[in-house]
């Protein structure tokens, strides 16, 4: 059959200690493996928001709303474990499941958890790599943490497929476009492109965080892109990385960034 929809609430605001396993046809290692409030879009603790996308919606106050399909040929285990020391009170939770006959060869869904900083001399992320097989990758969430001052979303997000070595199949013109902004983030009636970003959310991408504090200090976002209408086929493997590169004075400048970040996609 097929899991149609996951929904989870909890009092404990802390949703990176809860994190999120689901196994399917009785395999040791979990497909999808992420903490609960990244895996729905929301992967800065310390600043709840809404979602309202297609696949995923956070809902007031903190409903925890999924719709990715996720098929299975004999079974579907999901858990979810505390990992912080402190008592709440409570989880809740609903899984809506259908049972009928799936095609031998339908792909299992799958999603990954990553975090890392960057570095001024590597200034590369790695959103995903270390899949080989046949699958289509469906969407990508940033929780992003700009450690700098500045415009920080002139890096390109690129997908190497099937082999791909120096060059990737897919680039995008920058991290703006790809989660589908221009010339930055801000109104349209503003003249920068930085702390002045505004915060969106559509069925299929958005920023639904844009946390500025002060120019100088540390900004955080939330971004979303599914690939639902366009998803990106692999026959052998996939690999998917986001360049932290800046703009100041004209010139682009490498960044040392705080990225975590939950990539999707389907696997056979």
Request: glycine letters at 10%; hydrophobic letters at 35%.
């Given at each position: 059959g097929a899991i149609e929809e996951l929904f989870i609430t909890t009092d404990h605001r802390r949703l990176s200690e809860l994190v999120l396993r689901i196994y399917w046809d009785g395999e040791e290692t979990p497909s999808v493996e992420?903490?609960?409030?990244?895996?729905?879009?929301?992967?800065?603790?310390?600043?709840?928001?809404?979602?309202?996308?297609?696949?995923?919606?956070?809902?007031?106050?903190?409903g925890l709303n999924c719709y990715w399909h996720m098929p299975f040929h004999s079974a579907a285990r999901v858990t979810l474990t505390y990992d912080g020391e402190e008592e709440f009170g409570l989880v809740a939770y609903r899984v809506l499941y259908k049972l009928y006959e799936i095609p031998a060869e339908a792909a299992a869904f799958h999603a990954q958890y990553r975090h890392a900083v960057t570095e001024r001399n590597d200034p590369v992320y790695t959103i995903l790599d270390g899949v080989s097989g046949k699958g289509s990758y469906v969407g990508t969430y940033l929780a992003w943490t700009a450690l700098q001052s500045?415009?920080?979303?002139?890096?390109?997000?690129?997908?190497?497929?099937?082999?791909?070595?120096?060059?990737?199949?897919?680039?995008?013109?920058?991290?703006?476009?790809?989660?589908?902004?221009?010339?930055?983030?801000?109104?349209?009636?503003?003249?920068?492109?930085?702390?002045?970003?505004?915060?969106?959310?559509?069925?299929?991408l958005g920023m639904p965080l844009a946390k500025l504090d002060a120019q100088n200090a540390?900004?955080?976002?939330?971004?979303?892109?599914?690939?639902?209408?366009?998803?990106?086929?692999?026959?052998?493997?996939?690999?998917?990385?986001?360049?932290?590169?800046?703009?100041?004075?004209?010139?682009?400048?490498?960044?040392?960034?705080?990225?975590?970040?939950?990539?999707?996609?389907?696997?056979?």
């Open positions: 992420c903490p609960l409030g990244a895996f729905f879009a929301m992967g800065h603790d310390a600043h709840p928001h809404a979602v309202n996308s297609l696949p995923v919606q956070v809902c007031p106050r903190g500045d415009w920080w979303g002139e890096g390109e997000v690129k997908f190497y497929l099937d082999g791909d070595t120096d060059r990737p199949t897919m680039a995008d013109n920058g991290t703006e476009d790809y989660f589908g902004g221009s010339f930055g983030f801000s109104p349209f009636e503003s003249d920068a492109c930085w702390n002045h970003e505004q915060a969106f959310s559509y069925p299929f540390p900004r955080k976002y939330s971004l979303y892109r599914w690939h639902i209408r366009d998803s990106i086929g692999f026959a052998r493997d996939i690999r998917a990385e986001v360049q932290t590169l800046g703009l100041r004075g004209g010139f682009y400048r490498p960044l040392s960034e705080d990225i975590a970040s939950v990539a999707y996609w389907y696997q056979t």
